[in-house]
Structures are given as C-alpha cells and as structure tokens.
C-alpha cells in the first residue's frame, strides 16, 4: 500500500513557475513507476509525464515536453514536477500515481493523490 500526497499548487501568472511535490509512504517507492496527470474542468484525465522506478525512463506528453521535467528522489520518497512557462491551458488539478507496471495509461495505476490544483492566470 502506498499513500501519495501532493503539494505546491497555487495561483501563477503566465509565463511563471511551479514545482510540484508528491511524497509516498509505505512500502518500495523505490519500485514503483511515478506518473503526473491532470484534469481541467469538464475534461478527462490526461496523462503529463512518467518516470520509471530507476529514473533512467522519462516520458511526456506532447503538451509540456520543453516545458516540465519530472524527476524523483528515492531516498526523499518523493517525485517532483518541474513546471516553466506556464499559460492558462495548463490550469488543472494535477496528480500524481504509482504502479508496478504501467507507463502513460491512467487506468494502470495502483494509487493516486487526491490532487493539487494549478491555476495559470492570463
């Protein structure tokens, strides 16, 4: 079991930056793949970036890459979500995941933070 909290949203302007945090507890962080998604309102969940057990494998969407860096700590047990450039496209709630096996798929994940909202201001 592993319990995922995130932080650092807020309101920015466009054109700022956020750093958002997801720290695990339990078991074998260090195991699992770390995804980020987002979900706009009245849209579906979108996938935004992943990152594999051992960081070595990095994925991102289309819509961010240039834009955030994922990156995680295994000894912090958290994964991070770097976020430059920001425009009012990417207002959201963002989450982040775990598996054991999945990659850009939200229905393969095992666990999900309850979110962190992210508000980009014209």
């Known amino acids: 079991q592993v319990q995922l909290v995130e932080s650092g949203g807020g309101l920015v302007q466009a054109g700022g930056s956020l750093r958002l945090s997801c720290a695990a507890s339990g078991r074998a962080f260090s195991t699992y793949v770390m995804g980020w998604f987002r979900q706009a309102p009245g849209k579906e969940r979108e996938f935004v970036a992943v990152i594999s057990w051992s960081g070595l494998r990095i994925a991102y969407a289309d819509s961010v890459k240039g834009r955030f860096t994922i990156s995680r700590d295994n000894a912090k047990n958290t994964v991070y979500l770097q976020m430059n450039g920001l425009t009012p496209e990417y207002t959201a709630d963002y989450y982040c995941?775990?598996?054991?096996?999945?990659?850009?798929?939200?229905?393969?994940?095992?666990?999900w933070g309850q979110g962190t909202q992210v508000t980009v201001s014209s």
């Open positions: 995941a775990a598996a054991n096996r999945a990659w850009t798929d939200h229905g393969n994940y095992d666990y």
